[in-house]
């Protein structure tokens, strides 16, 4: 089960939060029940650590996240690995595509900002904190112990606030540069969304809200893209990784079967050996 950490946000009546539209600010002090969870999120978010920490991960890579720092997280699937004997608590940041363009629609023509390699593909990124952003979220922590609730237009103005500090920033470039192509683009790209989250068990519906897209218009245009459905693409997509990890990654069998989106180790040889003609373990055997 994946479990949908923007709506848990959005919903739980024992965090402290403002919702405008597509924007959540929240300040999350109760730990997730599991030490590792994986969860996905229709929006962008960014996670300050007020104490404790948590460690993010993708396929690729882990951020442990302290006290006093931040990450920044693409719409899409991760894993949530935390040490549950430590109090934890956060300001997380939830933020839709719109709200972006929203941001820096006016300024972005403005703003020198740099095309920066690996801005599009990049799940997880460490924000630097210089002291402007510093003191945004020592600001924002003050609006959850006030008693009375800011107004809308001030929570997006805070909101903005937030996008442009980023965006002019020089030690947070590939970050702006995605931000830039976010508000420049219509939609997000479905082929880089696919390849971040095929490990993942995402339903076509969960897929097609990552894409901004209704449920038909994802299909279609993923047809248009790849020339094969949605789940066909998947499944051929995790056997090829899975391929490549037999062959230069020293791991279990079912640990690979794990990290490439099967649920079970039976049903990832089966369907293997469907494809290679091979069974996994036999496949690693091949010079």
């Given at each position: 089960?994946?479990?949908?950490?923007?709506?848990?946000?959005?919903?739980?009546?024992?965090?402290?939060?403002?919702?405008?539209?597509?924007?959540?600010?929240?300040?999350?002090?109760?730990?997730?029940?599991?030490?590792?969870?994986?969860?996905?999120?229709?929006?962008?978010?960014?996670?300050?650590?007020?104490?404790?920490?948590?460690?993010?991960?993708?396929?690729?890579?882990?951020?442990?996240?302290?006290?006093g720092e931040a990450i920044y997280v693409k719409k899409g699937a991760s894993v949530i690995k935390q040490n549950l004997k430590e109090d934890f608590c956060m300001i997380g940041v939830f933020f839709s595509d719109d709200i972006i363009?929203?941001?820096?629609?006016?300024?972005?023509?403005?703003?020198?900002?740099?095309?920066?390699?690996?801005?599009?593909?990049?799940?997880?990124?460490?924000?630097?904190?210089?002291?402007?952003?510093?003191?945004?979220?020592?600001?924002?922590?003050?609006?959850?112990?006030?008693?009375?609730?800011?107004?809308?237009?001030?929570?997006?103005?805070?909101?903005?606030?937030?996008?442009?500090s980023l965006v002019t920033s020089n030690d947070n470039l590939k970050i702006a540069s995605y931000l830039k192509n976010t508000t420049l683009n219509n939609l997000p790209s479905l082929p880089n969304i696919m390849e971040a989250n095929?490990?993942?068990?995402?339903?076509?519906?969960?897929?097609?809200?990552?894409?901004?897209?209704?449920?038909?218009?994802?299909?279609?245009?993923?047809?248009?893209?790849?020339?094969?459905?949605?789940?066909?693409?998947?499944?051929?997509?995790?056997?090829?990784?899975?391929?490549?990890?037999?062959?230069?990654?020293?791991?279990?069998?079912?640990?690979?079967?794990?990290?490439?989106?099967?649920?079970?180790?039976?049903?990832?040889?089966?369907?293997?050996?469907?494809?290679?003609?091979?069974?996994?373990?036999?496949?690693?055997?091949?010079?």
């Open positions: 089960m994946i479990y949908d950490f923007y709506t848990t946000m959005k919903s739980d009546i024992f965090f402290n939060k403002f919702e405008v539209g597509n924007l959540l600010f929240v300040e999350y002090k109760c730990p997730l029940e599991q030490d590792t969870v994986e969860i996905w999120s229709q929006y962008d978010y960014i996670i300050y650590i007020l104490s404790g920490e948590k460690t993010w991960s993708t396929k690729e890579s882990n951020w442990l996240v302290k006290k363009k929203f941001s820096l629609k006016d300024e972005i023509k403005n703003i020198p900002i740099r095309n920066i390699e690996g801005a599009t593909s990049f799940i997880i990124d460490r924000i630097n904190l210089n002291i402007e952003i510093e003191t945004f979220f020592q600001s924002l922590l003050g609006y959850f112990y006030d008693t009375n609730k800011p107004l809308n237009s001030l929570l997006q103005l805070k909101a903005k606030e937030l996008i442009l095929f490990h993942y068990n995402l339903s076509l519906d969960q897929l097609a809200k990552l894409c901004h897209r209704s449920k038909s218009s994802f299909k279609r245009d993923f047809k248009n893209h790849y020339n094969i459905s949605p789940g066909k693409w998947i499944i051929e997509r995790r056997l090829k990784k899975a391929a490549e990890l037999l062959k230069y990654n020293p791991d279990t069998i079912s640990q690979i079967a794990y990290d490439c989106g099967f649920e079970s180790v039976a049903h990832f040889s089966r369907t293997f050996k469907s494809q290679y003609g091979k069974t996994p373990s036999s496949y690693r055997k091949l010079d």
